[in-house]
């Protein structure tokens, strides 16, 4: 089993639908990320997070700790959303686990 | 500040040839991590420097890879002898406090 699993692997909506990605992990962590793949292949850190919830204008993410379990919401989604978004966290002594990653594409 | 800087972008060579990747953090951040993304495998750490000192390379998939940090502003990544199942896209990132920034990958093909 997989230290850290996303949910779902694939994603097709429309745009305007509210877009949940899930990922749950089995480790105790410091710290998790949420990174986002572009198509040219460029990665960009959305959040940081260790506890509670963070908002970046249309983009949410939140954890619960006790659960072991993240949540990157999108409002609004729109096709430049489409894109890979990554789970991954951070355990001891700075070492990263990564998650599979879910797929995104948003129809205009 | 530029970003962390990759070079080269994109590498192809002949499998048995030693290939050299090169990364400059960004200044000021002291932990840099070299990372490889496949189809297959997704992205996986090959190793971590703090400080310089290679503090984790238990990711590096055997021998043929090594990893250097001479200096704060400068990290190579070598692959000697290339083989055709070491294509993929290497990152490399640095962080100060956890926060890791990325570069923007070389993708390396070796045929």
């Known amino acids: 089993k997989n230290e850290v699993e996303q949910s779902p692997q694939n994603l097709t909506a429309q745009e305007g639908e509210f877009i949940t990605i899930n990922c749950s992990y089995s480790?105790?962590?410091?710290?998790l990320h949420w990174l986002q793949q572009h198509p040219g292949g460029g990665i960009v850190s959305l959040f940081m997070l260790s506890s509670g919830k963070k908002k970046h204008g249309r983009l949410i993410a939140t954890i619960n700790i006790q659960e072991k379990h993240s949540s990157l919401h999108i409002t609004a989604s729109h096709p430049r959303d489409s894109a890979v978004y990554i789970c991954?966290?951070?355990?001891?002594?700075?070492?990263?686990?990564f998650g599979k990653g879910t797929r995104l594409h948003i129809l205009p | 500040d530029a970003g962390v800087i990759q070079s080269p972008r994109h590498e192809v060579t002949e499998m048995g040839q030693e290939v050299t990747l090169r990364c400059k953090p960004i200044s000021g951040h002291n932990s840099l991590f070299w990372y490889r993304q496949t189809m297959m495998r997704g992205l996986e750490l090959l190793i971590y420097f703090n400080n310089n000192v290679p503090i984790d390379d238990s990711g590096m998939p055997e021998d043929r890879f090594s990893a250097k940090m001479p200096n704060a502003s400068f990290s190579t990544l070598k692959i000697q002898p290339s083989e055709p199942r070491d294509s993929a896209v290497y990152f490399c990132?640095?962080?100060?406090?956890?926060?890791?920034?990325f570069g923007p990958g070389t993708r390396l093909t070796v045929t």
């Open positions: 990132a640095s962080s100060f406090v956890n926060e890791q920034y």
């Open positions: 480790v105790g962590i410091s710290a």
């Open positions: 991954a966290v951070l355990i001891r002594d700075d070492k990263i686990i």
